[in-house]
C-alpha cells in the first residue's frame, strides 16, 4: 500500500495509456496522458500525505507581505471579474471558496461585500481563518454537505493540482452551484514557456516546493474535464513567464532572463503560452 502511487490513472477520466514524459523527478519521470496530455507524478500514496500536511501551515500560503499585496490585488481582481460575470451586487452573491487555505481570498470577497464562506481540509490554515472571524468548514467538499444549488460562485485556486478524483470534485461543485452560476479555477499550465524551458527545474513540479502537486494541466486537458463533468468552459487565460528561480544561478544571469521573461509576458498571455491559467466555467 505504501509504495502504490496515489495517482493510479489520469485524474481526467481518460482511459487512454500513461506514458512517461521527459519531466524527470526524483519520484520518477512525470506521466503524459495521450489523450488529454495531462501531466501526473508518480509520487506515492504515503510520501503525498506527508507532503500535504509540511504546507498545512496556520500562515496559509502568504510567506512575504510583498507576495501578499500581490496576491490581494490578485484576489480583487477576480472578484471583479465574477461580480461582470454574475450581473449583480456583491450582497447577493452567494460564494464558496474550495480550498480557502487561511482565507486571504475569502476575506477580501467578506470585505467587497460577498456573502462568502469556505471549506478546507487543512485543519490549522483553516481554524486560522475561522479565528479571523471568516465562516469556514473544516474537511473536504463533500464532508461539508452543501445543499444543491446554493452557490452563485465556486472558486478552485491551487486545487485542482493537488486531487486524485477531479471529476468528482467538479460534480460535487456542479451540483451545489445555481443554474447561471460561475465556477472559476486557477492551476499552472503545462502548455507554458516556462514548462517547456525549465522542464523539471520549474518548482511547480516540485513536491518539494508545492506539497501535494501532482497532476499537471494545460488548456485541452481543462477543457476537456469541464465537459466531462457537464461544465462549459467559457474562457481561459493564461499569463507569467519564468525561466530561473533566484539563488538558482547567477545573479546577472538571473538580472537577464528577468528582463527577458518580463518582454515574454505580454505574448504569452495573447497565445495561451503562460503558465498561471484562469478559467471560467459554466454549468451547462
Ligand atoms: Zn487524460
Redesign the pocket.
Known amino acids: 500500500m505504501s509504495n502504490s502511487r496515489y495517482l493510479e490513472s489520469?485524474p481526467?477520466g481518460?482511459t487512454?495509456a500513461l506514458v512517461p514524459s521527459d519531466i524527470v523527478l526524483s519520484e520518477g519521470a512525470l506521466l503524459y496522458?495521450q489523450?488529454?496530455g495531462?501531466l501526473i507524478s508518480q509520487c506515492g500514496v504515503e510520501r503525498y500525505w506527508q507532503s500535504m500536511q509540511e504546507f498545512d501551515d496556520p500562515r496559509g500560503t502568504l510567506p512575504t507581505a510583498d507576495s501578499g499585496e500581490r496576491r490581494s490585488r490578485q484576489n480583487r481582481k477576480r472578484l471583479g471579474k465574477i461580480l461582470l460575470l454574475l450581473e449583480k451586487p456583491a450582497q447577493e452573491i452567494s460564494l464558496l471558496d474550495v480550498g480557502c487555505s487561511s482565507g486571504a481570498f475569502l476575506s477580501t470577497a467578506a470585505a467587497l461585500g460577498f456573502r462568502a464562506q469556505g471549506v478546507e481540509p487543512a485543519a490549522k490554515a483553516a481554524q486560522s481563518a475561522i479565528q479571523t472571524g471568516l465562516r469556514v468548514h473544516i474537511g473536504t467538499l463533500h464532508e461539508a454537505r452543501f445543499p444543491a444549488q446554493h452557490f452563485d460562485a465556486v472558486t478552485l485556486f491551487e486545487v485542482i493540482e493537488h486531487i486524485k478524483d477531479t471529476i468528482t470534485l467538479l460534480n460535487e461543485c456542479h451540483r451545489i452551484m445555481r443554474p447561471g452560476g460561475v465556477l472559476m479555477i486557477g492551476t499552472g499550465n503545462t502548455d507554458s514557456w516556462t514548462a517547456a524551458f525549465m522542464k523539471s527545474r520549474w518548482r511547480y513540479f516540485q513536491i518539494n516546493h508545492h506539497g501535494g502537486h501532482v497532476s499537471f494541466f494545460n488548456p485541452y486537458?481543462l477543457r476537456l474535464l469541464a465537459a466531462r463533468a457537464g461544465f462549459t468552459l467559457e474562457a481561459v487565460e493564461t499569463r507569467n513567464v519564468h525561466f530561473y528561480e533566484k539563488g538558482d544561478v547567477a545573479p546577472a544571469l538571473y538580472r537577464t532572463a528577468k528582463i527577458v521573461t518580463e518582454l515574454l509576458n505580454f505574448p504569452a498571455q495573447l497565445l495561451g503560452k503562460g503558465q498561471d491559467m484562469l478559467a471560467v466555467l459554466r454549468p451547462g
Open positions: 489520469c481526467i481518460c487512454a496522458c489523450e488529454c495531462q486537458s
